[in-house]
């Protein structure tokens, strides 16, 4: 099993910035996927961005957002510039297996946080 704990959420006005981090614990041996989704309320749970060997961002983040991993702290980070009321929402990072599922589907995701909130004023 994989801990996830996020951090760096916050209260910023449009245009700003935030960068979240993820700390990662536990059984990480092998080729993984790690992501970022997030939740509105009244909303589905929405993928944001995934680091697979490869790196993919939904259209709404991409230009915008930045996922990156510093393994050496077995950490993950989202830097979010430009931010925009749209996105303010309940942040979650995830863990799952290399190649077991698509990338932006929670269900392709074993492990998952308890999320940090972001909110983004006008």
């Known amino acids: 099993q994989v801990q996830l704990v996020e951090s760096g959420g916050g209260s910023v006005r449009a245009g700003g910035s935030l960068r979240l981090s993820c700390a990662v614990s536990g059984n990480t041996a092998g080729l993984y996927k790690m992501a970022w989704f997030r939740q509105a309320p009244g909303k589905q749970r929405e993928w944001v961005a995934t680091?697979?060997?490869?790196?993919y961002y939904a259209d709404s983040v991409r230009g915008r957002f930045t996922i990156s991993e510093d393994n050496s702290e077995n950490t993950l980070f989202l830097q979010m510039n430009r931010l925009r009321p749209e996105d303010s929402a309940h942040y979650y990072c995830?863990?799952?297996?290399?190649?077991?599922?698509?990338?932006?589907?929670?269900?392709?995701?074993?492990?998952w946080g308890q999320g940090t909130q972001v909110t983004v004023s006008s």
């Open positions: 995830a863990w799952g297996r290399r190649h077991t599922g698509a990338v932006d589907r929670a269900s392709s995701y074993s492990d």
């Open positions: 680091t697979s060997g490869m790196i």
